[in-house]
């Protein structure tokens, strides 16, 4: 929108909302939690949206396998389902690599992520140049039980892309296309305009939904602030200045085909103080 996001404010604002769409694709750190903490009001949210007939799809740039985010989902007593409702960068790997030896490294969040595991990602990669390389995203950033930014997966893909000098064959998560692939294999009617895409971030869930037609909702309870929104003062990669500098110097050398809108071009439709705030619906 021209003018900027609209702010959903109040039960009208919500109920208004909600009605204009029959599929509501959600992040999920961020939106229904931080860390190890839901954010207050999901569930009833969630329970009250299904119970008006909405489709619910997560769909997450964690690199767990659903079973591994069913685990979290189960753990924070929130209600998924592993047919059809839970989408994560590693859907369909082996579809991308079938061959019985080594054929693709594959970048993710990794704690323990170390030098050792750079020279044998380099290893594979430099010898066998069928091997494909993949990243689950190139985030720098997430933001779990901190209050301050922690390295995301995409410093670990940039480490291999700058000793390797070449870019990652395929980035298999939001925003880009194979996670979109994903969802039109779970939804039988596909109208984008019925569908909304909500997360927390705006280079990767907000530019998903821009990328494929949703209407965007921002949720204020992750990464991104009214300030940051409000003022154009946009932190995609970092809340460091020098360090956004850094790699936005490194995507434009060496990943230059890679799509990298500016900052102040993602914009959502609409934004909201917390997905919990539609928990409200269910009390009128």
Known sequence: MSKGPIKLCNIKDYDKFI?????????????????????????????????????????????????????KFKKLNIEAYEDNNTQDPTFDLENIAPDPEIGAVICANDKNFNYQK??????????????????????????????????????????ILMALGRKPDIIIGKP???????????????????????????????????????????TLTGITTENDLLVNNISVQSKSRKFRKLFAALQSNLIKSIPNPSPTSIIPDYYISSFGEFSKLDSQ
């Open 19 to 71: 009605d204009k769409f029959d599929t509501f694709l959600l992040d999920c750190d961020g939106v229904l939690w931080r860390g190890d903490h839901v954010i207050p009001g999901v569930q009833k949210a969630l329970s009250y949206m299904r119970k008006i007939g909405k489709k619910i799809l997560f769909v997450t740039n964690a690199s767990k396998s659903r079973t591994g985010c069913l685990e």
């Open 118 to 159: 750079l020279s044998k990602a380099l290893c594979y990669l430099s010898r066998n140049p069928d091997c494909i390389f993949i990243a689950t995203t190139l985030e720098a950033n997430s933001q779990g039980n901190c209050d301050y930014p922690v390295p995301a997966s995409g410093t670990i893909a940039v480490s």
């Open 176 to 218: 880009n296309k194979p996670m979109m692939d994903c969802i039109i294999q779970n939804l039988q009617l596909f109208d984008a305009k019925r569908i909304c895409m909500i997360g927390d971030r705006l280079d990767t869930d907000v530019q998903f939904g821009i990328n494929n037609g949703f209407t965007t909702l921002l």
